[in-house]
């Protein structure tokens, strides 16, 4: 993973400052340091109670059982297309690992600051626990500590950055990594379906599926309006699966040029597009803005997995997608399109509209 950053040639400044540190000595004072104070956020159009404003949900039993699938796939992609975020039921992963993985990560962060230090990111370094994407002294910086781990394939992995601390964390998030990098493919198989493109070529972009999961710890804040838990982004991944450890909400999707705020149902995962995959299929699927909103009573923990590109692919939308089409997006190589997306990390969608194309 690190070699693969430094090909990218992204820089970062340190940052070891725990946000659940800042908010646990500002509890009193209730005064936010200016670092994170987001001014813009209030006068952000927010949805309340919207009628219609309900994520898809996609059974994945339904998808693989003969007598529903084709029913079913037309939904995903219906939701691929409209939404771009879809709750996913029945995705089979084990419950019990689901619980097992809520525990782990909790204990994680409820450990002393200098016992998470231990796997902090290192100067330049992306993997470990600390913050994310800080660029510059005078950025605003994000009401999130995280721990961001390279999960797939098994080679790329750095166990150093993995806690050993609980015990089982390892074992449990090599578990979760499995299942779900099991899911991705069955989910890419049906979106192959429904586009009606060759399974192998839409799974070659994703060969050996890489995997990465940024865990999310946002603690609460008084002043939750005057900060944001996650600036607006889209991901630059294939396709992102947020399972939330505990059931406190804060994930909001941009649609109608509004913010609404999702209500993970209790078991599912929601599941997003990322940028790739509005390339390869030449915008007919979106990855849609999202960001997060901090509580002002409650902590609020996630784990979002990225199911990632290799990074020596050629993306561009697929051949086949463009007999009766034109080609919207910019062909690249994956390190070209990595180094681009990092670069332009907190810009919301600026970046893939950046690789439109002039029609
Ligand atoms: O925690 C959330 O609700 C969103 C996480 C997310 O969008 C990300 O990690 O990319
Ligand atoms: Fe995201």
């Known amino acids: 993973m690190a070699e693969i950053f430094e090909k990218m040639e992204v820089e970062f400044v340190d940052q070891d400052e725990s946000v659940q540190v800042v908010a646990d000595n500002i509890r009193d004072t209730g005064e936010v340091p200016e670092r994170y ?10 949805i309340i109670d919207a009628e219609g404003y309900n994520l898809p949900v996609i059974d994945m039993s339904r998808l693989l059982n003969p007598d529903f699938s084709e029913e079913e796939t ?6 691929c297309e409209h939404w771009g975020f879809f709750q996913l039921v029945n995705h089979g992963i084990d419950v019990g690992l689901l619980q097992q993985i809520k525990a782990d990560i909790t204990k994680f962060f409820s450990l002393p600051l200098e016992e998470k230090l231990a796997v902090a990111i290192p100067p330049n370094g992306i993997e470990g626990f600390g913050h994310h994407f800080v660029f510059s002294k005078e950025q605003k910086l994000d009401w999130v500590d995280i721990l961001f781990l390279a999960t797939r394939p098994i080679e790329q992995r750095n166990l150093s950055f993995w806690p050993a601390k609980p015990s089982t964390f390892r074992d449990t998030l090599d578990k ?11 989910l890419f198989k049906f979106m192959a379906n429904n586009l ?7 799974l070659s972009t994703f060969k050996g599926l890489p995997q990465s999961v940024r865990i999310n710890y946002y603690p609460p804040c008084s002043q939750a309006d005057r900060v944001l838990g996650l600036s607006p982004h889209t991901d630059g991944v294939g396709m992102t699966f947020l399972l939330h450890v505990n059931d406190v909400e804060g994930l909001q ?8 705020s999702v209500q993970a149902m209790h078991g599912a995962l929601v599941v997003n597009i990322g940028d790739i995959i509005e390339i390869l299929t030449n915008g007919r699927y979106k990855s849609v803005e999202h960001r997060a909103v901090i509580n002002p009573n409650k902590e609020r923990i ?7 590109i290799h990074l020596f692919c050629k993306i561009g939308p697929l051949q086949e997608l463009l007999t009766a089409d034109k080609a919207r997006y910019k062909v690249m190589d994956g390190v070209e399109f990595t180094k681009g ?3 332009a990390k907190l810009e919301g969608r600026r970046y893939l509209e950046s690789l439109k194309l002039g029609l």
């Open 37 to 46: 104070v987001r001014s813009e956020i209030k006068s952000d159009p927010v």
């Open 74 to 79: 037309a939904k995903l992609g219906s939701a």
């Open 176 to 186: 979760y990594s499995l299942q779900l990098s099991n899911v991705s493919a069955q």
């Open 196 to 202: 009606g493109v060759d399974q192998e070529v839409f």
């Open 253 to 260: 999707i941009r649609k109608d040029g509004k913010w609404f």
């Open 302 to 308: 996630t784990i979002a997995a990225f199911q990632s």
């Open 341 to 343: 997306y990092f670069a």
